[in-house]
């Protein structure tokens, strides 16, 4: 029997959150990360060990070009020729990349349909001078609070999930049980499909962008349901590419982000996390990520940390 997959805008309506913290809210579902879980979040550093979970921002990259590029870095002063009193010399550089190159996190401003943003915000706001309303600076005091880790691929016994390989809600409520973990309001819910293991494998960024492993349709009322604050993944898309409706693309990121308000980390690394959580068993974490505060940006890299 073929599941029925309810369409986009079905799902925006069932799931959206527009008014839910007044007509002029910008920030979405991070408003679920109060005080009070931020610190007992803090709590949950047991060991002090940190867990850098941004890629290298560098020309060996993910991102093969076209609408998107790897980072470049330009050196404008190496010390040489600098007469400086004392001997003192120093070095400057300069970078041009997208804001979404690297790990990174969509503002609410990154994607839209029927002419509005996140919260009925009209989207001719969103000019060549940028989001005049979602942009990642309204997440600009950061995002950090309890993260939890769903390793898919560890609970299929791959090191990789194959392309287009969709992941469902019945499946994190499984990774979740066998992991001893529960889900909740106000997490920072991180799901690994082993994308990245395959790409510092492979490294071959055209089949890493061709399309993904990633979380289905289904699992929008799944995170609607546990209030989830911010979802990520170690793919570029946190949804699963080819996605399940043909015609259409990236169907989930405007039910999360334009719908449920809810902002998305991208291309994170989550290999080393992963073999620490496998360790001993404990699959939730302290998170902090700040975005840069890009004004009026579409996005913004990171370099998030998990701190047991």
Not at 2 to 26: A, H, K, V
Not at 66 to 80: A, D, F, K, V
Not at 170 to 189: K, S
Not at 241 to 259: K, Q, S, T, W, Y
């Amino acid at each position: 029997m073929t599941t029925s997959i309810p369409t986009m805008r079905e799902l925006g309506r069932q799931l959206g959150n527009w008014g839910r913290w007044g007509p002029e809210d910008e920030r979405g579902t991070t408003n679920l990360i109060t005080p009070e879980r931020v610190a007992a979040a803090a709590r949950l550093v047991r060991t002090g060990d940190v867990f850098d979970l941004g890629i290298p921002l560098d020309q060996n990259g993910p991102q093969p070009g076209g609408y998107r590029i790897n980072p470049i870095r330009l050196m404008s002063e190496t010390g040489q020729e600098q007469v400086f009193p004392g001997g003192f010399k120093y070095a400057d550089d300069y970078v041009f990349m997208p804001l979404q190159a690297g790990s990174q996190y969509d503002s609410l401003a990154h994607v839209h349909y029927d002419d509005r943003l996140y919260n009925g915000h009209p989207v001719s706001g969103l000019t060549v001078k940028g989001a005049d309303k979602c942009g990642i600076d309204t997440q600009a005091r950061g995002i950090a609070g309890r993260g939890v880790l769903l390793d898919i691929a560890r609970f299929r016994g791959v090191d990789w999930l194959e392309s287009g390989s969709a992941v469902g809600p019945d499946e994190l409520d499984r990774v979740a049980a066998a992991q001893g973990v529960e889900v909740g309001p106000g997490d920072i819910l991180l799901i690994r499909t082993g994308w990245r293991a395959r790409f510092l494998a492979e490294h071959d960024a055209a089949s890493f962008m061709a399309g993904e492993p990633g979380l289905g349709l289904g699992c929008a009322a799944w995170l609607r349901e546990r209030d989830v604050a911010v979802v990520g993944s170690d793919n570029f898309g946190v949804e699963v590419m080819p996605g399940e409706n043909p015609g259409a693309m990236f169907e989930l990121h405007m039910v999360l982000i334009r719908d449920m308000g809810m902002t998305l980390a991208e291309m994170l690394d989550l290999e080393d996390l992963a073999e620490a959580c496998a360790t001993d068993g404990v699959y939730d974490f302290f998170y902090t990520g700040s975005p840069l505060k890009f004004t009026r940006g579409a996005g913004s890299p990171i370099n998030p940390l998990a701190i047991r």
